[in-house]
């Protein structure tokens, strides 16, 4: 139901700040039993607090699924463990380990192919083949890569990697002594058709308060607050309706207007060759998707730095 909800882009996520600590906790406990019934032995590392930018349900969701395959393909006596390790700038890596049969290299993709069981439909253990499809799924509407390492016959990682959300608290109202030189918002419009990804980066940017985030979800709606609000900057997805982001590229270099606003491409296509046709085309720079969020700041960074717009 939620593979086909996604699908028809019908699932609604309520991304934002959420401890991740207790998420965990509560996916653990819901593959206790089997965890005690194997004789497996579970050892958790993540932090006692850990704030990130997530949708509380669904990522316990994943978790659950990772979890109970690394009980049903373990062995007995065996044991999980699970830890978070910074990764790249303001994502964590979350990594649940096995020591179970492991995945060959071959089979490695296939895991993420909705009703393949890769041979585990010949054994007792119990699945429909869908658990990993939909963790994948739900880690791309939330922004966040899942994937594997696997070494045959030793064990098996899977690993996610989510953005952090700073302080869980909301952040203190400036004081007067600095308020001048913080009141300096920089203004950024984002044209994304794509809901999920738009309310991503919506909560990415509610933790910002120095940066204020438009939203447009067509060419046309991009070019009427272009014009009317003087956005600091673009992020222009590529893959729109109607007008494709090189199409709104040439009409915001064509209009005296907008024609000095940096613009920023996000795609899903970033081969060298996109990112060459991209930059050739205009873009200040080009971005692959999933949205990294920290990739994304430092090219705003730079594209404002090099228009003179100051470093704030
Ligand atoms: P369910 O829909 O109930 O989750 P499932 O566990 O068979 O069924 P997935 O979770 O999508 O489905 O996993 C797909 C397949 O990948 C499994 O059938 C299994 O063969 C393999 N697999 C998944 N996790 C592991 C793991 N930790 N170690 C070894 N093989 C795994
Ligand atoms: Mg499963």
């Keep these: 139901l939620d593979l086909s909800r996604i699908e028809a882009g019908k699932l609604v996520l ?25 004789g497996i032995t579970l050892t958790n590392h993540c932090p006692s607090s850990l704030p990130i930018v997530a949708d509380a349900t669904r990522m316990r969701q994943i978790l659950v699924n990772l979890l109970s395959n690394a009980v049903k393909y373990n062995r007995e006596g065996g044991s999980i463990t699970i830890d978070c390790e910074p990764a790249a700038a303001g994502l964590v890596r979350i990594r649940v380990t096995d ?25 007792a253990v119990e699945g429909t083949g869908i658990g990993l499809a939909l963790s994948r799924q739900l880690a791309g509407l939330m922004g966040m890569q899942l994937d594997l390492t696997s070494r ?29 030189a913080t009141t300096a918002v920089i203004t950024i419009l984002y044209v994304e058709d794509n809901a999920a990804n ?41 893959h729109l309706p109607e007008m ?15 024609h000095r606003i940096p613009v920023l491409a996000l795609s899903a296509d970033a081969l060298v060759a996109d990112r060459e046709r991209g930059l050739r085309a205009g873009f200040d720079d080009y971005l692959g998707k999933p949205v990294v969020f920290a990739d994304v700041l430092s090219a705003l960074r730079k594209a404002l730095l090099a228009r003179g717009v100051g470093p704030r």
């Design 14 to 38: 309520d991304i934002k700040p959420v401890d991740f600590a207790p998420v965990l906790q509560q996916a653990i406990q819901f593959v206790q039993a089997s965890i005690d019934r194997h």
């Design 99 to 123: 020591t179970g049969v492991g995945i060959t290299a071959e089979n490695m993709a296939a895991v993420f192919t909705p009703f393949e069981r890769l041979g585990a439909e010949k054994t």
């Design 152 to 180: 045959p016959g030793a064990g098996t990682t899977f690993w996610l990697e989510a953005p952090l959300a700073g302080d869980l608290d909301p952040p203190a109202p400036p004081s007067p002594a600095t308020s001048a």
């Design 198 to 238: 738009l309310r991503v980066m919506e909560a990415l940017f509610r933790r910002r308060p120095n940066l204020r985030l438009l939203s447009a979800t067509n060419g046309e709606l991009a070019l009427d607050i272009a014009r009317q609000q003087q956005p600091d900057a673009i992020l222009l997805d590529i």
């Design 244 to 258: 494709d982001g090189y199409a709104v590229l040439a009409r915001l270099k064509s209009d005296a207007a907008t």
